[in-house]
């Protein structure tokens, strides 16, 4: 049975659009994924440039290369004993890129013309870039400050204040922005699409048979 109301038939669209975009996004992740660590390389070095000396991208991850030293890895048996060398820690560079895939699957859905899609898939993705970048920043700044030895934090100057603002910019990139940032910049693009869906939901609403 076909869906009757507009948003009804949207929302089947782009369920069925979802599923081959995560597969094309993950895919040509490594791609994806260039500008992202290019521009978190930029971020995290130019702004923490006593803790961050780069990001160098691995695939779907990032090695985040710090100026902290730390003892050789013990599984590498061709460091003598004692050896030391630069901090490197990996990050799943994906968890914070997710929401490409999902800004896709809702351009498509919408009864535009492929020009107007392309076109709208390029200016959403230039729009949805900083999230990855923030997601990646803050994931490796939050490893320094909570998970390596303490002494490190203290070398990077964190407060307390800063621990706590650090905690909530983690949590925001992490769990809120990768999923809702792609839903705005929809909206944003597709403000005549919304005209013609909410009229009709509205429409629905004041029409609905008053309970006694």
């Not at 990646?136 to 490893?143: F, R």
Request: aromatic share 10%; net charge neutral.
């Amino acid at each position: 049975m076909t869906p009757r109301r507009p948003i009804d038939r949207f929302l089947l669209r782009t369920l069925l659009w979802l599923g081959p975009m995560f597969v094309l996004w993950y895919v040509l992740a490594p791609l994806i994924l260039m500008p992202i660590a290019g521009w978190s390389h930029f971020v995290l070095s130019h702004a923490f440039p006593q803790a961050i000396a780069g990001v160098e991208q691995q695939g779907t991850a990032v090695d985040i290369v710090t100026r902290f030293i730390a003892p050789a890895n013990p599984a590498d048996s061709s460091a003598p004993p004692g050896a030391q060398g630069q901090l490197v820690f990996t990050i799943n560079a994906l968890k914070y890129a997710y929401g490409l895939p999902m800004l896709l699957a809702l351009i498509l859905a919408a009864p535009t013309g492929w020009g107007e899609k392309l076109y709208r898939a390029v200016i959403g993705g230039l729009l949805l870039l900083p999230v990855p970048v923030w997601g990646i920043s803050c994931d490796a700044l939050k490893t320094l400050v909570f998970d390596m030895n303490p002494v490190i934090a203290t070398q990077m100057g964190v407060t307390p204040l800063m621990r706590e603002l650090l905690a909530l910019a983690y949590q925001l990139g992490y769990l809120i922005l990768p999923a809702v940032t792609p839903i705005l910049i929809w909206a944003g693009l597709h403000r005549d699409f919304l005209g013609e869906l909410l009229p009709h939901t509205r429409l629905a609403t004041l029409t609905a048979p008053k309970s006694d």
